[in-house]
């Protein structure tokens, strides 16, 4: 079967900076931040004070409260934001066509807020004391399970696990296989929920996490103050399928998504590799998927953690892959505003690349103050500007080693 084209018809999210897809971006758009001093958490029991926690979230508009006490939040997110995005692309999955809608969900971590929970319980009961939904609760590919059980997706049901990388990589692989032939229609993003005590105190003591207790400037990608990462929570979810079936029911198709890298750095269980060749190596191979020229690119939505080595690294990677026109090209971090969402940030960020594209704006780094020389590129600092977006790039990078990067264009 020769290779389909493919396209974005449905987007869906719970965010720190809006619970669907439209006030997602029109705070995006905006300049608007998610971050603020945590709650989850007792933060006097931590030298981090700040996170972008998701405000206002109701999973009883999305599923019946019985099914809500069997999920850990991020699988809750998850079912929330697949729910929106099969509404906003008008999919009726039905018996005709279930064998063929598939679901491909990442997940960084998993069901923190459970394993915490029950392992008390465990400590101060016994072992009979703990949940037989412990397990199911757990593990990180039960969003991706439970979004198919909720929806009736009977096609390919997965879930990619690369860390930072996961909702990139998921969506990548979703891709290959709607343009392969596996299935016709997929739902694919990243979901996390790490804002709780053991999540938060491990990522403190490997001190990447911003100790600037100002919430409106913690994370300032690129900028030379930058001082480590805000942790955040949510699910982006997108819907994509074939362009014949897109045309055939008359889908809004936000962008058309059209390569997929994905590589290793083996190099460092959590650092990037020297000058960010191994993301540079992602961003090559997407491109030569896409079968498009360095500058054919017009936006790049960095994984742009507010990391030192993150930031420097992804510069000097962008200028390997596009030489003359890394300086002609916007490049933005919008982990400014949402913080850094984990295994959801490519979820979450590739709807951003979609709906810059649809809509002509490329968002802002937000918090952009002091250039640093080693970053030198146009980051859009500070105002989303209008400019038509013929393709964009999405980059996510994570532990492990693990690097990957989409290509999507106007259609």
């Known amino acids: 079967m020769a290779n389909r084209r493919v396209v974005v018809t449905g987007l869906g999210a719970v965010t720190p900076v809006g619970n669907d897809a439209t006030t997602l971006w029109n705070n995006i758009k905006a300049g608007n931040s998610g971050i603020d001093f945590i709650t989850k958490v007792d933060r006097d029991a931590f030298p981090v004070h700040v996170a972008a926690e998701v405000k206002g979230f109701d999973p009883t508009l999305y599923m019946d409260k019985k099914d809500v006490r069997k999920m850990d939040l991020f699988t809750q997110y998850a079912v929330a934001a697949a729910k929106m995005a099969t509404e ?13 809608v598939g679901v491909w969900i990442g997940c960084g971590i998993g069901g923190m807020q459970v394993y915490e929970e029950q392992l008390r319980k465990f400590i101060e009961k016994g072992s009979k004391r703990v949940s037989p939904f412990f397990v199911p609760m757990l593990i990180p590919d039960m969003a991706a399970g439970q979004v198919s059980i909720q929806l009736g997706a009977k096609g390919i049901n997965s879930c990619t696990v690369t860390a930072c990388a996961s909702g990139t990589n998921s969506i990548g692989d979703a891709y290959k296989a709607v343009q392969r ?67 055939e029911r008359g889908a ?17 269980i959590s650092a990037p590799a020297e000058g960010g060749e191994g993301a540079a190596r992602a961003m090559k191979q997407a491109l030569a998927d896409a079968q498009l020229a360095p500058e054919e690119v017009n936006y790049i939505n960095a994984h742009g953690t507010s990391t030192d080595m993150n930031d420097r690294y992804e510069t000097a990677a962008i200028k390997t892959v596009f030489q003359d026109h890394a300086t002609k090209l916007a490049v933005s971090s919008t982990k400014s505003m949402t913080g850094h969402l984990l295994g959801a940030a490519g979820g979450v960020e590739a709807i951003i690349s979609a709906k810059a594209i649809d809509d002509s704006i490329i968002p802002a780094t937000t918090n952009y103050e002091t250039p640093d020389p080693e970053c030198d590129l146009d980051y859009v600092p500070n105002e989303a500007r209008k400019q038509v977006v ?19 264009k106007k259609y």
């Open 88 to 100: 906003d692309a008008k999919l009726a999955i039905d018996e005709s066509i279930a064998e063929r």
């Open 252 to 268: 809004h198709i936000y962008a058309e998504i059209v390569g997929y890298g994905s590589t290793g750095d083996a190099y460092h």
């Open 390 to 408: 013929q393709v964009a790039m999405s980059n996510s990078f994570g532990f492990g080693g693990h690097n990957a990067s989409l290509v999507f």
């Open 181 to 247: 032939g596996d299935v016709d229609y997929i739902i694919t993003g990243g979901t996390e929920s790490p804002i709780t005590n053991m999540a938060f105190a491990g990522f403190s003591a490997m001190r990447a996490l911003s100790q600037n207790d100002d919430p409106s400037t913690a994370s300032r990608p690129f900028d030379k103050n930058r001082d480590g990462f805000v942790m955040g929570e949510g699910a982006g979810i997108l819907i994509l399928e074939t362009l014949d079936t897109a045309l």
